[in-house]
């Protein structure tokens, strides 16, 4: 019975959930772990009762919030959103479109530690884009209650913010600001946003916070989608200024979609700096 009444729930779940949602915004975090909270609260306070509680449009679907379930083997129990479709199936080895095995993460995690947080990448309805997402979750008995929130796109406000962070960083110490500019769990990371260095004598990379393999690599060979020689009119474009400005289409490594790209350059010394967000 139970069973029946969590397969109608994430029926309706499917028909009902709109399938245009707001951007992930900053304000997500705190609204997920609230959700979470409520979540968990009342699972204590229903047990399995609450499963098809979960499952189902009401309290637990906060705009592009919801709540899954899963037990400690890594069966989906419960899920007011996209990964109802798994209810009744093992997850634990299901990876991501990264190939990760964010799940069984989620279960090592639960089983040590009783609670945590795990990013993944998971279709959005918003866009119909994968997208980074984090997911809170906390283990009751042997339940695991997670909520999930997709990571806002970087904004031109937060790329010109962060330039302005790179720039002062490569005037104090170049050699310690491009080691931080290319540690991907540094804090010149943000969002979709990361600083890339390109040597003004040579051409070549000296820092990039997304593709760490172009470092070294001749920059001048790289074309956009479209063919263009973006890199080349970079570096023509900061020769007689100090700031320049350039568009062109580049692959979201967070989405993994060709997009437009804004990108917002700085000459320092020897350095040409850029920190690009996505248009669309």
């Not at 609260?41 to 009762?49: H, I, P, S």
């Not at 959103?81 to 990876?95: E, H, M, P």
């Not at 990371?189 to 003004?200: P, S």
Request: a positive charge; zero cysteines.
């Amino acid at each position: 019975m139970l069973r029946k009444l969590i397969s109608t729930g994430a029926l309706l779940s499917v028909l009902l959930t709109p399938t245009v949602f707001a951007a992930g915004a900053p304000d997500d975090a705190p609204r997920a772990q609230a959700l979470l909270t409520k979540a968990v609260a009342y699972y204590k306070d229903k047990k399995d009762v609450a499963l098809g509680t979960f499952s189902r449009q009401g309290e637990f679907i906060n705009g592009n919030l919801y709540v899954y379930v899963l037990d400690a083997k890594g069966t989906m129990l419960a899920s007011g959103g996209s990964s109802s479709v798994y209810i009744d199936r093992n997850v634990a080895d299901l990876k991501d479109a990264a190939g990760k095995p964010f799940f069984r993460e989620m279960l090592d995690t639960a089983k040590t530690k009783g609670a945590g947080s795990v990013e993944y990448r998971w279709l959005n309805r918003r866009d119909n884009k994968v997208e980074r997402k984090v997911a809170y979750f906390e283990q009751v008995d042997d339940r695991i209650i997670a909520v999930g929130y997709y990571l806002p796109h970087g904004s031109a406000k937060q790329a010109k913010s962060l330039l302005d962070r790179a720039a002062a960083a490569v005037k104090e110490d170049s050699s310690r600001a491009l080691a931080a500019f290319n540690d991907l769990n540094g804090n010149f990371i943000e969002d979709d946003l990361y600083v890339f260095v390109i040597g003004l004598d040579d051409a070549r990379f000296r820092a990039h916070g997304a593709l760490p393999r172009l470092i070294g690599s001749n920059a001048l060979a790289l074309r956009d989608a479209n063919g263009k020689e973006f890199i080349r009119d970079m570096l023509n474009r900061v020769k007689d200024k100090e700031q320049a400005e350039i568009d062109y289409a580049w692959r979201n490594t967070v989405t993994n979609q060709v997009e437009t790209k804004h990108t917002f350059l700085r000459k320092v010394g020897n350095n040409l700096i850029g920190v690009g967000h996505y248009t669309n």
